[in-house]
T-cell receptor, first 114, second 113 residues
């Protein structure tokens, strides 16, 4: 596609439920990143994929958060037992090689846990 | 780990004036410093970046300066226009293994016409 695509654009879920957020990176980009942006804050790193593998998951806040990228393209961020504090905009970014190249961001998924 | 501080948090300027946003970073290994512009409800977009082997970079009305010794970098926008109004984020990365960005908290820039 022309840019990084994220679906859904908005997600409202009840506390305790499971959610999946999808990211479709720019075609051919091997590096994919997930960030979380709370209101009035800068994006906060969650996880980085190089190809199919999670090269750095040091930003995942706890074991309720998990992400996969099984074929090295689309990625899914999974959140179990959602809490109200998980409410934020989840941004995905991709870059062509992962080093020395610009990261392009998607529009984000606004997650609201009620 | 890396920590990036950004100020001011809000900045109002008159159209045509200059705007300066400053950031400091803590990790001397950081070597890539991009600036992103984010309009309300939209994605962050890269407007300019600088690498640690360069002290200054300019692109039309936008310039970025880097002082590696002091560990700070700044964004300069000249001849501001109303369409420059947005939130601006600085970030830092080591670029050693992936482009994991650590962002500042952002600056809300308002250009008054």
């Amino acid at each position: 596609g022309a840019g990084v695509s994220q679906t859904p654009s908005n997600k409202v879920t009840e506390k305790g439920k499971y959610v999946e957020l999808r990211c479709d990176p720019i075609s051919g980009h091997t590096a994919l990143y997930w960030y979380r942006q709370s209101l009035g804050q800068g994006p906060e790193f969650l996880i980085y994929f190089q190809g199919t593998g999670a090269a750095d998951d040091s930003g995942l806040p706890n074991d309720r958060f998990f992400a996969v990228r099984p074929e090295g393209s689309v990625s899914t961020l999974k959140i179990q037992r959602t809490e109200r504090g998980d409410s934020a905009v989840y941004l995905c970014a991709s870059s062509s090689t992962g080093s020395d190249t610009e990261a392009f961001f998607g529009q984000g998924t606004r997650l609201t846990v009620v | 780990g890396e920590n990036v501080e950004q100020h001011p948090s809000t900045l109002s300027v008159q159209e045509g004036d200059s705007a300066v946003i400053k950031c400091t970073y803590s990790d001397s290994a950081s070597n890539y410093f991009p600036w992103y512009k984010q309009e309300l409800g939209k994605r962050p977009q890269l407007i300019i970046d600088i690498r640690s082997n360069v002290g200054e970079k300019k692109d039309q009305r936008i310039a970025v300066t880097l002082n590696k010794t002091a560990k700070h970098f700044s964004l300069h926008i000249t001849e501001t226009q109303p369409e420059d109004s947005a939130v601006y984020f600085c970030a830092a990365s080591t670029m050693e293994y992936g482009n994991k960005l650590v962002f500042g908290a952002g600056t809300i820039l308002r250009v008054k016409s």
